[in-house]
């Protein structure tokens, strides 16, 4: 999975997307009920281009 071509921007509210399905899953009554770990992959994978292009961001909460 390349985000080479991928506005910042898109990078960003792709990201925060997943941040908010975590919270909700875990309001939801549990840790991951919902989501499971090919989004968590997808996350640190979108977490390691922001971190590459140093874009500000709330890392995810994962407990």
């Known amino acids: 999975m390349s ?4 506005k ?6 792709f990201y925060e997307n ?3 399905q975590v919270h909700l899953d ?3 009554g549990g840790r991951y ?3 499971g770990e090919g ?3 997808y996350a640190d994978k979108l977490r390691e281009e922001m971190e590459r292009r140093r874009l500000r961001f709330t ?3 994962w407990n």
């Open 3 to 6: 985000f080479m071509q991928t």
């Open 33 to 35: 009920r919902l989501i």
């Open 26 to 28: 875990i309001q939801a």
């Open 18 to 20: 997943v941040r908010r």
């Open 8 to 13: 910042d921007e898109r990078l960003l509210a």
């Open 39 to 41: 989004v968590k992959q």
């Open 59 to 61: 890392p995810i909460d």
